[in-house]
């Protein structure tokens, strides 16, 4: 049944969303998407004191908040939008929210879980008009920006023990996880993003949690899903994630949750992780994201590598046609994403293997 037919039966809402990852996929099919880059190195541009990260409404909060950028959506949202804005003029087509421990188990280390779901709607929200400030600046016809509503890995973990003493120990259970994702994740959906991106998952099981959640939050609200992206990471040379899994693995673990997108993020630098993506693209019977960091951190703890020398790295992968969505993650800025953006032009998005295509 066509898409026209489908539209006698189906509600508004349905097709609007519907309309969103077909739009998606079909610019997936044309060309290499470009997603954002590091938020977290952007925001350390703005040399933020404690005083900048309370602002008026936090003034008082009775523990130190330096740190939580999150916070920032509330505390300094001109900030956040500036930053979002300066990766689309980079280039970028997806801006994720700056919502990446936005749930109320991480945001337990500054005493403020009530304001999780507040901070994802004012996420999502500040991403939305950043697309639109900037498609009414520049007279854009084309919609071919999204906002993808962040899920980070959260700082505990269901898989790994945080006391080597007692390794069958759990600092939170699948439930609170889980009950953590889902409030996120309507705090996104009610504040406008278009995608759901699940990433830097290091523990399976976290992800599976948040594969979970969402799939519960949507059955339960009868709001029709959002587009699901699922990027993992890759923690060192041995080519497995923290808890232990291969990618071909991980791959398997994840699928279920049916995503428009698999991919890896973080930990490693273009170079390093070119042969994963390599394996990715040969595995995937989806689209392929990848957004590496800027090299590997120098001892500093800070990122060096050139956004000339990065875009030719992932330029080579497009060259083999091993990628749809490419980005950056830690240590890559705007200039990064810029270098990306036009490296990417000269090549063909990676075809869907012929069983996928309908």
Known sequence: MSLINLSTYLPIPYLCIMNTESKLRELLDKRILIIDGAMGTMVQRYRLEE????????????????????????????????????YLEA??????????NAQVISLADYDMQPLAYELNVAAAKLAKEAIQ????????????????????PMNKTLSLSPDVNNPGYRAVTFDEVADAYYEQIKGLVDGGADILVVETIFD???AKAAIYAINKFFRD????????????????????????QTLEAFYISVMHANPISIGLNCALGAEQMRPHVEELAQ??????????????PNAMGEYDESPEHTAFVISQWAKEGWVNMVGGCCG???????????????????????????
């Open 221 to 244: 609200t009868k709001h029709e899903k959002l587009p699901v992206m699922i990027s993992g990471t890759i923690t060192d040379a041995s080519g497995r994630t923290l808890s232990g």
């Open 51 to 86: 005083a900048d990260y309370r602002g008026e409404r936090f003034k008082d909060w009775h523990t130190d908040v330096k740190g939580n950028n999150d916070l920032l959506c509330l505390a300094q949202p001109h900030i956040i939008k500036e930053i979002h804005r300066k």
């Open 204 to 206: 399976t099981l976290n």
């Open 332 to 358: 890559t800025t705007p200039d990064h994403i810029a270098a990306i953006a036009k490296a990417m032009k000269k090549y063909s998005p990676r075809p869907l293997p012929e069983m996928m295509v309908a």
């Open 283 to 296: 595995i995937a019977a989806c689209y392929v994201s990848a957004y590496p960091n800027a090299g590997l």
């Open 91 to 100: 280039g970028a087509n997806i801006l994720e929210t700056n919502t990446f």
């Open 133 to 152: 400030e900037y498609r009414a600046t520049n007279n854009l016809t084309v919609s071919d920006h999204f906002v993808a509503g962040a899920i980070g």
